[in-house]
């Protein structure tokens, strides 16, 4: 599979990770990776803000995308669902497989304590895919932490702004999620005056541009409105 471009359905939330895992991807030259899909998935979760996130995202990019729904029965949503990420996957191989595709994308985080965000389920998952000719690739995985990573979305030029890392439908630190978020951005613009908070509104003042030229396909830069 890895001999031939990239074809991938990505698992997008609308939060840093997935946000960071979709720009890694459409960033690559053709011959690398090919196509790209968003699957964005409404279940009854506690942040619906999220799925309008990853659709503002998709949109401003040209990114095909699909919002799916998912009857968690049984489920409380409003807290970490056991095998999420296992469910999420194997809808997206149904979908990889109607569209032909090849890969599955995941926004797997370098320092998440989740057994469905784990190298072992990473490789056991991959490896199940495999029966199927599909793939599960985590580009953000191996990266150190979530400061590296709003370092690496910066570089990108993915719109911070838009990132809903939040488990309720504000981020404003008053979850775990949200915390590590905005803790990350503060430690990227420590400067002593602004808290995370402000940072995250500087960052909305901001508009950000996308090279929709397939040629030459990259996010480079945020610009300034002024």
């Known amino acids: ?3 031939t471009p990239i074809k991938a359905v990505v698992l997008l939330s609308g939060g840093l990770d997935s946000l960071l895992t979709l720009a890694e991807l459409v960033v690559k030259p053709l011959h690398e990776v090919e196509r790209v899909y968003a699957l ?4 009854g979760q506690s942040s619906n803000t999220e799925i309008y996130k990853a659709r503002e995202v998709c949109e401003a990019w040209g990114v095909p995308y699909e919002i799916m729904p998912i009857n968690m029965r049984g ?7 056991p ?3 296992l469910i999420f996957v194997s809808y997206a191989a149904s979908v990889a497989k109607d569209l032909g595709f090849n890969s599955i994308a995941i ?10 965000s784990s190298t072992r389920f990473l490789e056991e998952a991959n490896q199940l895919l495999s029966l199927f000719d ?24 993915v719109p ?6 939040s488990r309720s439908n504000a981020v404003d630190g008053n979850c775990k999620t949200s915390s590590l978020f905005l803790r990350s951005l ?3 613009f420590h400067n002593g005056f602004l808290t995370p908070l402000e940072i995250l509104g500087q960052l909305s003042g901001m508009r950000y541009k996308f090279n929709l030229d397939r040629k030459e396909f990259s996010i480079k830069y945020f610009e300034n409105n002024s």
């Open 75 to 81: 489920t409380d949503t409003s807290k970490e669902i």
């Open 83 to 85: 095998a999420r990420n």
């Open 40 to 43: 964005i998935f409404t279940y």
């Open 134 to 157: 599909l793939q599960l690739i985590a580009p953000v995985k191996t990266m150190s932490n979530k400061k590296a990573l709003v370092l690496r979305a910066l570089d990108l030029g």
């Open 1 to 3: 599979i890895t001999e």
């Open 186 to 188: 503060s430690q990227v």
């Open 107 to 116: 926004g797997a985080e370098p320092d998440s304590t989740y057994t469905d």
């Open 160 to 165: 911070l702004h838009l990132c809903h890392s």
